[in-house]
T-cell receptor, first 112, second 114 residues
Framework: GESVGLHLPTLSVQEGDNSIINCAYS??????FIWYKQESGKGPQFIID?????DKRQGQRVTVLLNKTVKHLSLQIAATQPGDSAVYFC???????????FGGGTRLMVKP | SQTIHQWPATLVQPVGSPLSLECTVE??????LYWYRQAAGRGLQLLFY??????ISSEVPQNLSASRPQDRQFILSSKKLLLSDSGFYLC?????????????FGDGTRLSIL
């Protein structure tokens, strides 16, 4: 369904610093989560995913943390670069099929 | 590798005109296919999804329709566009069967209704 939000929250970080983007999900039965990056005028790009039987997963410069107790997901970006500037969406799979529900997004701005 | 193509990239249409947006996927067979709409500064709203040729499920009532005439082709249509149909339309695919698969998106069509 549609995510509700009148404006995008924005995170502004200095180049080289670490970024942490947070997401609260709604359904305790969700068992699969994804982070997407969307640059202006483009479609969302898959970054990393995590299944509910894990609480941490690492990729290249990115780490996803899952806290099922409080239904919280975070994306950590190490040594943030100007090319990381984009809108980041979390998504959860709430069904046995492959239907994703997307969060409202967070805009990451990297200051040089 | 798999790729997904959407066209056109941008489209300006008058109110009441018809619409046809096309999406094709290469490099995979029997994909699940999805159409989303994204309003400015917002998340993604699922419009339609398809698990096979001729199989379309609609998530929200609207004056849009979708069709899947071939395995890797997904079309979004309207007979008469409304002003409220303006937005960024995204097509996505995922591997067939099973859950816990990421969806992969095309670069979208920006539709402006005048």
């Amino acid at each position: 369904g549609e995510s509700v939000g009148l404006h995008l929250p924005t995170l502004s970080v200095q180049e080289g610093d670490n970024s942490i983007i947070n997401c609260a999900y709604s359904n305790s039965a969700s068992d699969y989560f994804i982070w997407y990056k969307q640059e202006s005028g483009k479609g969302p790009q898959f970054i990393i995913d995590i299944r509910s039987n894990m609480d941490k997963r690492q990729g290249q410069r990115v780490t996803v943390l899952l806290n099922k107790t409080v239904k919280h997901l975070s994306l950590q970006i190490a040594a943030t670069q100007p090319g990381d500037s984009a809108v980041y969406f979390c998504a959860e799979n709430m069904s046995a099929g492959n239907m994703l529900t997307f969060g409202g997004g967070t805009r990451l701005m990297v200051k040089p | 590798s798999q790729t997904i193509h959407q066209w056109p990239a941008t489209l300006v249409q008058p109110v009441g005109s018809p619409l046809s947006l096309e999406c094709t996927v290469e490099g995979t067979s029997n994909p699940n296919l999805y159409w989303y709409r994204q309003a400015a500064g917002r998340g993604l709203q699922l419009l339609f999804y398809s698990v096979g040729i001729g199989q379309i499920s609609s998530e929200v009532p609207q004056n849009l329709s979708a069709s899947r005439p071939q395995d890797r082709q997904f079309i979004l249509s309207s007979k008469k566009l409304l002003l409220s149909d303006s937005g960024f339309y995204l097509c996505a695919w995922s591997k067939m069967g099973g859950s816990n698969q990421p969806q992969h998106f095309g670069d979208g069509t920006r539709l402006s209704i005048l």
